[in-house]
């Protein structure tokens, strides 16, 4: 009884409790729903502001700088002082004299007796050809030759016949011319002393007269045939000339069948574009081979077109064959770019080094000019003459790198001028950073 009694009494002390808590909440506090609303709002503004702050300094917060392998990149220090502008290309060892031996007629090969690379004689014979047409032609324009010799040596005989013929018939006339004048004066004198009629004086005088125009007439003759003779006789000259002509070009071709060298040199080639062979047939004016003075080269460059609008005819340049370096000097420069490049020609000044050969792949440095006291460092990789770059220089004892424009001058082989954007003792990259475009600062590791 005793414990359901404390039972009883302690239900009773919740239930009442309970109901107290109940009319508590029930009861309306407006200063309390007050106090709850005002901390609900400070909590919002000081949580807005919080997240305002927050995000304002992180905008203010830099970038983490990418970081670069220090020893991947290549640097370089600006200097002052001579920097020496330069060009390079490539190119190759050229004969100055090439001896192309051409066919000059038609001809088929039946030996070729020297292959490319021996050394030639001028009166080397290289093929031989044969021709049997060539032949006959040679056999027919002798006998062309004969013939035209017999008519000369007629006409001229013909010719000195009719001269003297001329001459004896002119002889003749002025001996009667002498007579009839003779006559005509006797029977002038005796006309006058009547013993002989005036008719038959005058008829002697008439004579005279006659004998007198025709002897002018044969003289004139004569003169004429004689110009008629050096006339004739230089027409059949001119054939007989021409006859001999023809025997020497047709026997020149015959001989010209054993081909020789022409010079002395080095066999580069047989044929043109492909080797010869025994059995081929040849046209006139192709080319049987080529022949070369391996001692007498000089250099072809080809220069990129921009690069080559300061070169100029008489500066030095210096070729390197890979097994030494031959100093030169630029003889010609090509007019015309073909493939983007300038074709410069070096003459060679020093002695040939051991190996040295036509078509030998061979590096080319012109030197322009000298420039004195400029600011100068190696050619970045994307820097071209006379334009501005951005460059990334170090700084905080090279732990990071910064852009900064720089703009570029003159340009050489392997070194730029620097204008404006860097001083003495600056170290840069030179190395392509095109990776690092949107970052103003690098961190080198």
Not at 32 to 42: A, F, M, S, T
Request: one cysteine or more; a positive charge.
């Amino acid at each position: 009884m005793h414990s359901d009694s404390a039972w009883n009494a302690l239900a009773l002390h919740l239930h009442i409790n309970f109901r107290r808590e109940r009319i508590k909440m029930d009861i309306a506090r407006p200063d309390q729903l007050r106090k709850k609303k005002r901390r609900r709002i400070i909590w919002i503004v000081g949580s807005c502001l919080v997240l305002a702050g927050t995000s304002l300094g992180l905008s203010r917060l830099k970038p983490a700088a990418p970081t670069v392998e220090k020893a991947s990149v290549w640097m370089d220090t600006v200097k002052q002082g001579q920097m020496l502008r330069q060009v390079r290309g490539n190119g190759t060892l050229v004969p100055i004299q090439i001896q192309y031996v051409q066919a000059e007629t038609d001809g088929r090969v039946e030996r070729i007796l020297v292959l490319p690379g021996a050394e030639v004689k001028a009166d080397t014979v290289l093929m031989e050809l044969s021709n049997p047409q060539l032949k006959q032609d040679v056999f027919d324009a002798e006998w062309q030759l004969k013939a035209s010799e017999a008519q000369l040596r007629r006409l001229t005989v013909q010719l000195e016949s009719d001269r003297l013929t001329q001459k004896s018939t002119l002889a003749s006339l002025k001996s009667d011319l002498a007579q009839a004048r003779l006559e005509a004066e006797a029977d002038e004198v005796l006309s006058k002393k009547g013993l002989v009629a005036s008719l038959t004086a005058k008829r002697s005088g008439a004579k005279a007269e006659e004998l007198t125009g025709r002897v002018e007439i044969e003289e004139e003759r004569l003169r004429i045939s004689v110009d008629s003779t050096q006339s004739q006789l230089a027409v059949q000259q001119a054939d007989l000339e021409k006859n001999r002509a023809l025997v020497a070009l047709k026997k020149r071709q015959y001989e010209a069948l054993k081909v020789c060298a022409g010079i002395d040199g080095v066999l580069q080639q047989i044929g043109d574009l492909t080797t010869l062979q025994s059995g081929q047939r040849v046209t006139p004016s192709a080319t049987l081979a080529k022949i070369v003075q391996p001692t007498k080269l000089k250099a072809e460059i080809k220069i990129a077109e921009t690069q080559a609008k300061d070169i100029l005819i008489g500066q030095l340049a210096s070729i390197d064959t890979r097994n030494g370096i031959i100093p030169g000097r630029v003889t010609r420069v090509d007019p015309s770019v073909q493939n983007g490049t300038v074709t410069i020609d070096v003459k060679l000044e020093g002695a040939l080094p051991k190996g040295a050969r036509p078509d030998l792949s061979v590096d080319g440095t012109i030197e322009l000019e000298r420039l004195e006291n400029v600011f100068y460092i190696g050619r970045p990789v994307q820097g071209q003459p006379e334009s501005t770059v951005g460059l990334f220089r170090l700084v905080e004892g090279g732990k990071y790198a910064v852009r900064v424009p720089v703009k570029l001058g003159r340009s050489s082989v392997s070194t730029i001028e620097i204008l404006q954007g860097l001083q003495v003792g600056d170290q840069v990259i030179l190395s392509d950073m095109s990776t690092w475009d949107s970052h103003e600062r690098v961190r080198l590791n």
